[in-house]
């Protein structure tokens, strides 16, 4: 059997991810620059996001955040733009959540952008169910099934 020469497996190249919790400067974009929402994953470092300036661009996500920073849809990312293909951009950045929200408050992305607050979503909707909507079962009715 070959002996093992490397340094270590997969949970070392994983990293203790620590740097998670610390509070990082707050970065603006610049010319060249533009915020994005991740309106799908395609797989393969891709991802589809509908940018601030209204197009539809076909996101690469960096090798440097690639494994190590993860996107959603919904997230809001920064990407640089491409001089030569304009329906083509790289993720440069995803913002955390409160984040995004300061740069909502700043004014730095429109007021209609629709940030996720979590997994929840609309659920709180049908808080008000009816009494008519749920079905009573019997005894004689479970023990038949």
């Not at 010319?31 to 589809?48: H, I, K, P, S």
């Not at 494994?67 to 083509?88: E, H, N, P, S, T």
């Not at 995004?100 to 607050?117: C, F, I, Q, S, V």
Request: hydrophobic share 30%; with cysteine; proline share 1%.
């Amino acid at each position: 059997m070959p002996k093992n020469k490397g340094k270590g497996g997969k949970n070392r190249k994983r990293g203790k991810n620590e740097a998670d919790d610390e509070k990082r400067e707050l970065i603006f974009k610049e010319d060249g620059q533009e915020y994005a929402q991740v309106q799908r994953m395609l797989g393969n470092g891709r991802c589809e996001a509908m940018c601030i300036d209204g197009t539809k661009r076909l996101c690469h996500i960096r090798g440097k955040m690639h494994k190590k920073v993860w996107i959603a849809a919904g997230d809001i990312v920064l990407v640089g733009l491409r001089d030569y293909q304009d329906d083509k951009a790289d993720v440069i950045l995803k913002y955390m959540s409160d984040e995004a929200r300061l740069l909502k408050a700043y004014g730095e992305l429109p007021d209609n952008t629709r940030l996720n607050e979590g997994i929840v979503g609309d659920l709180d909707v049908d808080d008000n169910i009816d009494v008519d909507d749920y079905v009573e079962f019997e005894d004689e009715d479970i023990d038949r099934i």
